[in-house]
């Protein structure tokens, strides 16, 4: 089960995964057409709540899903205090139509495409936005963003991933491409906009192995495969980052759609 992976690096999880930068809240809220401020939000899959805490912080008031347990208690250890449920998103334990926002803030692929999506729309308002997420490093030009070009010791470190990690799925693979969120959206018959948001992570090499060791195709190595993994990379790092200090360039794909207003459409 995804969630189980999750839950044994969930402290590394909370502890170094990114957040994700105003644009994805802001142009979430520009197509719901209201200020997030008060909106009635499901965060699916939420974990460790990276997301739910930027929605509570814009004045949310969020249901954070996920099913993995360990991956909850990291979030409600935070101070601010969702509502919280273990739950499955390919059926979620709602009833319908009482939310303005469903989204999926790099968990959807985790979910079954046609199953998840309609029941974000059977839990949405009419006129509710569902919107899926994901961070991924910039290595520059995709068949779906031809912006930026990713530094050298960033595009080696991704390329030494996808050569040893057999689980890694990641812009250093030729064939990768974004979750397929806007084609499912697309089938469920809603009209699905796409963006693409840049931005800059300041780290430090020690947090990027903190990272790291949360990604699931880390986890699913092994212990002792894990940490020669992070062994090499700290090194490899350390020679690109003298100071300690990474500046990273990512970007956040991110699929929306806003569901009819009403039974007529
Ligand atoms: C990569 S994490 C994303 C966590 C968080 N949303 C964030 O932005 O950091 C993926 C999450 O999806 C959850 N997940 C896996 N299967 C799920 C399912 N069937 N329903 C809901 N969440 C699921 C995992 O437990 C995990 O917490």
Same mark, same amino acid.
């Given at each position: 089960m995804s969630h189980e992976v999750f839950d044994r690096v969930a402290e590394y999880y909370d502890a170094a995964r990114p957040g994700y930068p105003d644009g994805v809240y802001d142009a979430v809220a520009a197509l719901c057409a209201?200020? *997030?401020?008060g909106a009635v939000v499901v965060d699916v %899959? !939420? %974990?460790? %709540?990276i997301a739910t805490r930027g929605l509570l912080a814009r004045g949310a008031r969020v249901t954070a899903i996920d099913p993995g347990q360990r991956m909850l208690a990291r979030l409600m250890a935070h101070s601010a205090s969702p509502g919280v449920v273990v739950g499955d998103g390919n059926a979620l334990p709602l009833r319908s139509g009482v939310a303005d926002l469903v989204c999926y803030a790099q968990s &959807?692929? &985790? *979910?079954?495409p046609a199953d998840s999506i309609g029941e974000a729309v059977r839990v949405l308002r009419p006129g509710g936005v569902v919107a899926a997420w994901w961070n991924t490093v910039d290595l520059g030009a995709t068949p779906d963003d031809a912006q930026g070009t990713g530094p050298d010791w960033l595009v080696a470190f991704e390329r030494r991933l996808a050569a040893s990690c057999p689980a890694y799925w990641g812009p !250093?693979?030729?064939q990768w491409r974004v979750p397929q969120v806007a084609k499912a959206m697309g089938e469920a018959g809603l009209d699905v906009q796409e963006a693409w948001i840049h931005w800059v992570r300041q780290v430090s090499v020690d947090d990027m192995m903190l990272d790291l060791r949360s990604h699931s195709f880390v986890a699913a190595l092994g212990e002792e495969a894990a940490a020669e993994v992070l062994r090499r990379e700290r090194g490899e790092l350390r020679k690109a980052a003298p100071d300690g200090e990474l500046e990273v360039p990512m970007r956040v794909y991110l699929a929306m759609a806003r569901t009819a207003r009403d039974a007529d459409g």
């Open positions: 209201m200020s *997030l401020d %899959g !939420a %974990g460790t %709540g &959807w692929h &985790w *979910l079954r !250093a693979l030729p």
